[in-house]
């Protein structure tokens, strides 16, 4: 089946530096991407969609500039925690949607641990 | 951001029983899906429910699409040990790739 692989599964950074993350689809391409972060026993939220050449768009209350989103080809997107803090602690998961239309072409990343000191 | 509700929280049960989970909504989805998510791990698709009263069957899993198109429910039948985990539905709007996740039911299987 579709694969897509997440980079760092964990990493750990201090508070004020960036962290980058990446997802690939590793075996279809990924006109879209999505970006979720989850808090520790708490569900998935989504903070932006990613298209392939084209700006992200956020969810209400996600800010643009912190959480910086690249998807410069199609099978790769990044997501930068710029200037981190505890408080941006939590599981961020990528999923990736192929060209055909089902929901079946929708796959999940393993996902990243950030945890900020 | 949006939720849906999800019943139980939580789920002790023993090994050989059956669970069952459900997921409600204000708004209409177009598609129901159910996942399972391992610790650390990202949400892995069980099943897809794609019409108003669709009944789809995985193996041991069950899920039905809702006639009002507002919710949806997961049964588990002659649970095993590895079973364990966290069960999310997810909705989609219609017309949008975005899933809007329930609050989770974290199941715990004693053998």
């Known amino acids: 089946g579709a694969v897509v692989s997440q980079h760092p599964s964990r990493v750990i950074c201090k508070s004020g530096t960036s962290v980058k993350i990446e997802c690939r689809s590793l075996?279809?391409?990924?006109?879209?991407m999505f970006w979720y972060r989850q808090f520790p026993k708490q569900s998935l939220m989504l903070m932006a969609t990613?298209?392939?050449?084209?700006?992200?768009?956020?969810e209400q209350g996600v800010e643009k500039d912190k959480f910086l989103i690249n998807h410069a080809s199609l099978t790769l997107s990044t997501l930068t925690v710029t200037s981190a803090h505890p408080e941006d602690s939590s599981f961020y998961i990528c999923?990736?949607?192929?060209?055909?239309?089902?929901?079946?072409?929708?796959?999940f990343g393993s996902g990243t641990q950030l945890s900020v000191l | 951001g949006q939720q849906l509700n999800q019943s139980p929280q939580s789920m002790f049960i023993q090994e050989g029983e059956d669970v069952s989970m459900n997921c409600t909504s204000s708004s209409i989805f177009n598609t129901w899906l159910w996942y399972k998510q391992d610790p650390g791990e990202g949400p892995v698709l069980l099943i897809a429910?794609?019409?108003?009263?669709e009944l789809t069957s995985n193996g041991r899993l069950t899920a039905q699409f809702g006639i009002t198109r507002k919710d949806s429910f997961l049964n588990i039948s002659a649970s095993i040990p590895s079973d364990v985990g966290i069960y999310f539905c997810a909705g989609q709007l219609y017309n949008t790739d975005k899933l809007i996740f329930g609050t989770g039911t974290r199941l715990q299987v004693f053998p």
């Open positions: 999923s990736a949607r192929g060209f055909q239309p089902t929901n079946e072409k929708l796959f």
């Open positions: 075996d279809f391409q990924a006109t879209t």
């Open positions: 429910l794609y019409k108003a009263g």
């Open positions: 990613s298209n392939e050449g084209s700006k992200a768009t956020y």
